[in-house]
């Protein structure tokens, strides 16, 4: 039996974007990237033939990179950071620094770093949202790509379980 993937990798299917990192008693300086994001499907060919329609999954994965496009990404899941928020905005703090962010420059995500592997898994769980809400019950993996430099990617990878399985 044939296996089938499709994967789109497009210009727009990018976000610029600023972060910065904590791990080992170290806090890198803030800083940003200019993401590129690649989405891989597999299954089998559905009622039309498709693994997936590739002008559904463009528009599901563009819809995610605008949410996270000039903004800073600060990780909500991170025990070395200190994080407040009110209705202005978030005050970070790190050991000696302390930022200061306003609230419409910001998406908080539910990581423990901003790492380009934990986007690539907070973004496939977006579109594992965005695929139910299609009906995409037949596909059987999902591989998110995200590129902070050219040459430097990292990969979330998760199979899909199936519906009647």
């Known amino acids: 039996m044939p296996a ?3 994967r789109v990798v497009k210009d727009n299917l990018v976000f610029c974007a600023g972060h910065f990192i904590t791990c080992e008693g170290v806090c890198e300086s ?3 990237h200019n993401y590129r994001v690649a989405v891989t499907l597999e299954g089998p060919l559905d009622e039309s033939e498709y693994v997936f ?3 559904a999954l463009k528009r599901m994965t563009k819809a995610i990179c605008d ?5 800073l990404l600060l990780p909500s899941h991170n025990p070395l950071l200190d994080i407040q928020s009110d209705a202005s905005g978030f005050t970070v703090r790190y050991q000696h620094k302390t930022y200061v962010f306003p609230r419409e420059d910001v998406v ?3 990581v423990p770093n901003t790492t380009a592997e934990h986007l690539a898994a907070w973004i ?4 594992v949202v965005a695929l139910a809400a299609e009906g995409a019950s037949h596909l059987t993996a999902l591989e998110v790509e995200v590129e902070e430099t050219v040459g430097q990617s990292a990969f979330c ?3 899909l379980s199936r519906a009647g399985r």
């Not at 949410?67 to 903004?71: I, T, V």
């Open 124 to 127: 496939g769980d977006q579109l």
């Open 4 to 6: 089938y993937r499709v």
């Open 30 to 32: 803030l800083h940003g």
């Open 157 to 159: 990878r998760r199979e």
């Open 53 to 55: 329609d590739f002008v």
């Open 108 to 110: 908080q995500l539910p």
């Open 67 to 71: 949410r996270l496009d000039h903004r």
